[in-house]
């Protein structure tokens, strides 16, 4: 896409490039440009010993697009994209206001390169920040990423937010206090607000997968982003009490598909789900703020 900047930004003092980063290698895996040698270098370990690790990003991207469509027209004007990566075709804001013009995203990352990336795009997009924008800060730091100025700026928590976490909690360790994080998350959505999720996981999936899950876990334990497989009864766990959206806990590829998928959705190891705050809306069918 023209707007997405081909070559990675100037690199930050404080960043450590001699190790691989889970977002420059996804953004590999998905055929991106914004990675580093060291990042291709095992990203290429990854795809030799886990290839479905390619089939995952591609179908985890489309499971993204797809939800993120269903909400804005489901009339979902506000999106906080926590873990939201390296920005490649398809970025959450682009497709909210697909559908509604007027729809505001803001986009949250720890990783350098993601956040700078994402600068620069909406520095072209939108440089007055009025409907997009991007912080860097840390999920496990909930009130670092809801008490933001920008994220208070762009989103007004009073009404229906959908809060993506697509593809990311699976790198947040049991004892980082998952359920405390997810619980202070959920508390500060209104009623109507919607929490979108995928996840790796090992149940269920087909017996040879089981050696490629394996050598990914072993992988990724070696980087600044070791991975946590979950199993469906721990996934479904961090939607709380929200409600489940048809067709609830499903392989990533199986949620409201627009296409047949060529293949066993097992083999992506990654389920997704969204869930729905119950309650009716406040202040429902207002605008967002300018
Ligand atoms: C696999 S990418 C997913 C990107 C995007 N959500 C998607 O699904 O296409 C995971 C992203 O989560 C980010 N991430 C991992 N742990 C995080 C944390 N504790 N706080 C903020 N971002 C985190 C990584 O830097 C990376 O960009």
Known sequence: MARIPTHAPAMPADIDVSKPSAARAYDYYLGGSHNWKVDRDFGDRVLQRVPAVKDFALENRAFLR???????????????????????????????????????????DYEHIAVAHAQQILDTEDPRRERTDVIRADLRDPVSVLEHPSTRRLLDFDRPVALLMVAVMHFVAPADGVDETMARYRDALAPGSFLVMSHFTREGIPEDMQRQAAALEELYADTPNPGYFRDRAEFTGLFGDLDMVPPGVVWLSDWRPDRPYDGDPARTMVLAAVGRKAGTPLAAGRTPPA
């Open 66 to 108: 797809r939800a993120v469509t269903w909400l804005a027209e489901q009339g979902v004007d506000q999106f906080l994209d926590i873990g939201s990566g390296i920005p490649t075709v398809g970025n959450v804001h682009e497709i909210a206001q697909k559908v509604n013009p007027r729809a505001h995203t803001v986009y949250v």
